[in-house]
């Protein structure tokens, strides 16, 4: 089984800075995207950045310029670093990994980790 474990939310002021952590542990071959997504009170979940297993990056209008994604394929980590947040980024964040495989010739699967609250005073 494949577990995804996210980290690093909590509450911060507008304009300021959090730094949020996933790792995928368990049996892994190899994992083709990362990524965070989002859902706020009573919206449903949209994307907010995604990276490729060779670095190739997606990220929403909405935090372009703001949030950065990156990635350490050796220890199947996905980072977001959130920069100049505002109170409309409050949110529950997401983890997932899409195409995980077990070995090189399985089938991939998707996962998502537990989710981890943002908070954004005004």
């Known amino acids: 089984q494949v577990q995804l474990v996210g980290s690093g939310g909590g509450l911060v002021q507008a304009g300021g800075s959090l730094r949020l952590s996933c790792a995928a542990s368990?049996?892994?071959?190899?994992?083709?995207?990362m990524g965070w997504y989002r859902q706020a009170p009573g919206k449903q979940r949209e994307l907010v950045a995604t990276?490729?297993?060779?670095?190739?990056?997606n990220c929403a209008d909405s935090v372009k310029g703001r949030f950065t994604i990156s990635r350490d394929n050796a220890k199947n980590t996905v980072y977001l670093q959130m920069n100049s947040l505002k109170p409309e980024d409050t949110a529950v964040y997401y983890c997932?990994?899409?195409?995980?495989?077990?070995?090189?010739?399985?089938?991939?699967?998707?996962?998502w980790g537990q989710g981890t609250q943002v908070t954004v005073s005004s």
């Open positions: 997932n990994a899409q195409g995980v495989k077990r070995t090189p010739t399985a089938y991939g699967n998707n996962y």
């Open positions: 368990g049996s892994i071959f190899s994992i083709n995207a």
């Open positions: 990276i490729t297993s060779d670095g190739k990056t």
